[in-house]
């Protein structure tokens, strides 16, 4: 079976009703990073970045996975698919994707502030200040915030030096070290980019640019791929 990686970012969310960073609405025109985003952010005022996160988590249950996050399972059918998304929502999951890395965290799990070990699923959307791990410190968001090491970006690297076909989708490619994984992919694979903002890339070879949204996009780009293989 031929090995399919596909690098997701909050774009391919959008059309589920969850926020990108960047796009004209986006969360970053009611939030600035450094007040929510990054760990100084959390010792100043974990109060203010702890609530940011239980917003975006209770939004996250009212939410549902989209055309584009169902197509992608649906390649499974004839390829290896691995998803590398830096959304730390769960709706590649519950779209039923079965290999999905995520990146930058998971919203639905929390872990401990002493041991990185210590990761929990979170029951429901709060979080509360106070809650704590089994070694008794403050739970934090399982999120890697601005600043802080990216834990599995070598296996993601690793991900896409190995794919025979690679798939881009909704992100603007601004954060790194996720942006960076284009240059770990082979120049004779053929690469997809679905997004209706995508900036031409001239220097990179066997590009194909599709300028839709992830909802009609994706799955036209995987009925394509199933009905040539
Ligand atoms: P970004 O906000 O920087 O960029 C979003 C991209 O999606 C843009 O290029 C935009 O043109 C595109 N887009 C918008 N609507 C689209 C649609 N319907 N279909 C396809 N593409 C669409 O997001 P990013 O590049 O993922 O980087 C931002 C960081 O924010 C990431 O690290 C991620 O962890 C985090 N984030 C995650 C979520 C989530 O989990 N759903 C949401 C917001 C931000």
């Not at 070694?135 to 090491?149: D, T």
Request: net charge negative; glycine share 6%.
């Amino acid at each position: 079976m031929k090995k399919i990686a596909v690098l997701t970012g909050a774009g391919i969310s959008a059309e589920s009703g969850i926020k990108t960073f960047r796009d004209s609405n986006g969360l970053w025109e009611e939030y600035r990073v450094e007040d929510v985003a990054t760990y100084e952010a959390w010792v100043r005022n974990p109060a203010l970045v702890n609530e940011f996160y239980n917003q975006r988590r209770k939004q996250l249950y009212d939410a549902e996975p989209n055309a584009a996050h169902y197509a992608l399972a649906e390649l499974e059918k004839k390829f290896e698919v691995q998803i590398i998304t830096q959304n730390v929502d769960d709706l590649h999951e519950r779209g039923g994707s079965s290999h999905v890395l995520h990146l930058h965290g998971e919203l639905k799990k929390v872990r401990s502030t002493i041991d990185p070990q210590l990761v929990y699923t979170l029951d429901g959307w709060e979080l509360k200040l106070g809650d704590k791990c089994e070694k008794g410190s403050q739970l934090r968001p399982h999120i890697v915030w601005f600043g802080e090491a990216v834990p599995l970006i070598e296996v993601a690297a690793e991900i896409s030096a190995e794919a025979d076909i690679y798939i881009v989708i909704g992100t603007s490619l601004n954060v790194y070290p996720a942006a960076g994984l284009l240059n770990y992919v082979r120049d004779e694979v053929p690469k997809y980019l679905v997004d209706p903002n995508a900036s031409p890339m001239p220097w990179m070879r066997n590009l194909k640019i599709i300028r839709e949204k992830a909802g009609t996009g994706v799955p036209a780009l995987v009925n394509e791929l199933l009905a040539r293989e």
